[in-house]
C-alpha cells in the first residue's frame, strides 16, 4: 500500500469514529460505480449524508476543504443520488458533507466537519 493510501485509509477511520460519536450511523463506506466513489454514506436522523473525506498530512498545499470544488460536491450529490435510487434506504433528506483530517507528524489528527456543501 501506497504512502498516501494509507493516510487516507487513516483519514477515513477517523471520520467514521467522528461521525458516529456525533450520532450519525454508517451505512456504507468505499461504495463506488462506473460514475464515482462515495468515501462514507451516513444516516443522520432521517437524512442521508454522502460523506467525502479529505485527509493530508500538513496545510502546505492548502486546507482539505479547498480540494470539494462546486463541481465536485455537485458530482458527489449525484453519486449520491445513484446511491438511493440502488439501496432501499428511507430519508427525508440528502447532504453532503466533508470531513478534513489534518495528521501531523506527531500527535492527534485535527477533524473539521463541514455540513452541507451540497
Not at 36 to 51: S, T, Y
Not at 71 to 78: N, Q, S
Not at 90 to 98: A, F, H, N, S, W
Amino acid at each position: 500500500m501506497r504512502a498516501t493510501q494509507a493516510v487516507g485509509r487513516y483519514g477515513e477511520r477517523v471520520a467514521v469514529d467522528r461521525l458516529e460519536r456525533a450520532g450519525m450511523q454508517v451505512l456504507d463506506r468505499n461504495w463506488r460505480c462506473e460514475e464515482g466513489e462515495l468515501d462514507i454514506v451516513a444516516l443522520d436522523g432521517g437524512c442521508v449524508v454522502a460523506v467525502e473525506v479529505k485527509t493530508r498530512r500538513s496545510l502546505a498545499c492548502g486546507h482539505p476543504f479547498d480540494a470539494v470544488t462546486p463541481v465536485k460536491a455537485r458530482r458527489l450529490r449525484g453519486l449520491a443520488a445513484r446511491w438511493l435510487r440502488e439501496h432501499e434506504q428511507p430519508c427525508v433528506g440528502l447532504r453532503v458533507d466533508v470531513v478534513a483530517v489534518i495528521r501531523p507528524p506527531s500527535g492527534p489528527a485535527v477533524v473539521e466537519h463541514l455540513r452541507g456543501v451540497a
